[in-house]
DNA sequence: GTACCCAAACCGACTAGTTGGTAGTCTACC
DNA sequence: GGTAGACTACCAACTAGTCGGTTTGGGTAC
């Protein structure tokens, strides 16, 4: 991919995104946590704009191989979902990511850069997708049951996810979103509870 | 309240809060949009943070004006929760208020003034306790029936709510909240469906 | 070996514009 | 004559981004 630096300045941008948002982080704040001239950022990353995209674009990737990691390694859909759910429960209690970058940008969408906006449509349409094709597979295998079609389950569970997240960081605890989100797959189980 | 001048600065306020969020807004945007000088503004609201909480203020004042009135008007528990989410999708689909203010500095809570903050967390409080009462009452009258304690089912409406409101916003479609909400809704419904 | 070239990485100094906020003044009204 | 509301003029701090220049390490021709 890039340089050691050029990654460095991508993660402290994302924990800066995560915390504030994208207006409210500066290069400023990039070239203090990293140890870095200001000038020296916008030679990795010319315009803030495209920094951010590339945020979103490296984490999407992440999205893409993790999944596609869980599709490999378990073969039952439901616990897959579970094991999905789960990573972000344990970032959220461990406040490591405590917030999907996506998802925040997604709040602010109207007054982000319509670079940035195209990276978080393509963010919640490649989650959607999964979501779909996990459920769907998971009937299939006689392990999920559907009361409403697989697209409405992928949203409503794409929903209570990033719903969730919003809930732990307003009341800040991770609780909230392990209630939640457990709830919310216990209801899709086909195993009896 | 206060005078007219004050109520259109909120109310420009407001609007520019659910588009932007906090710290991409500015007192120059309010200066334009309601046609008064910068410096005025200050008059009125001595600090950005007070401006903010206090539009948070009264959208809270608001959401308990508006679920009493459910409460006094609308019999039947679920179908006040039914109005309550069909309110909000009319708002979204006519873009009048096309996200909740609260949920959105929600998102951006860590960079954001404690005493704003202090605001956000008490409508998170507010709204939570209502949609519990509310399940409560629909059980109690046999109109809801719950899978999860009244705690859980109330956090997970209200995260399936907000979650419905980031999608729709990333979407740019006023569906995915209406079909996300309106399963989340029969869902908890005793009426066989 | 050494003289040369090059591109990537980096930095100090700077720009034009914006930020929230202040000081002091003017005016209209009770 | 006091007070509320609005104004002009201003401030220091910060914003993303630019400019010209230096350092560095790797290749390459002689």
């Given amino acids: 991919m890039q340089g050691e630096m ?11 995104m995560i915390e504030r948002g994208y207006s409210a982080f ?19 990353f010319p315009t803030k704009a495209g920094l951010a995209a590339a945020v ?10 993790g999944t596609e990691q869980l599709d490999r390694q378990i073969e039952n ?12 429960e344990g970032c959220i209690r461990e406040q490591t990511i405590p917030f999907c970058v996506a998802a925040l940008m ?36 006689g392990v999920i049951k559907l ?10 569970l794409m929903a209570a996810v990033h719903g969730a997240m919003l809930s732990a960081r307003a009341t800040g605890s991770s ?10 797959l216990k209801r899709i189980s086909a195993a009896k509870h």
């Fill in 6 to 16: 050029a990654e460095r300045i991508l993660k402290t941008a994302q924990a800066l």
């Fill in 77 to 88: 859909p439901w616990k897959r979902l579970q094991a999905y759910v789960q990573y972000w």
């Fill in 56 to 65: 979103l674009r490296a984490h999407r990737e992440r999205l893409v191989e």
């Fill in 106 to 141: 997604g709040a602010e969408l109207p007054s982000l850069p319509e670079e940035v906006q195209a990276e978080v449509r393509l963010h919640f349409k490649a989650l959607g997708e999964w979501l779909e094709r996990t459920l769907k597979a998971g009937v299939k295998m």
């Fill in 175 to 184: 609780d909230v979103f392990r209630v939640v989100t457990g709830a919310a």
């Fill in 147 to 156: 009361r409403h079609s697989a697209a409405t389950e992928a949203q409503t």
């Fill in 26 to 44: 500066s290069y400023a704040d990039i070239s203090e946590a990293v140890e870095i001239r200001k000038p020296s950022i916008h030679h990795h």
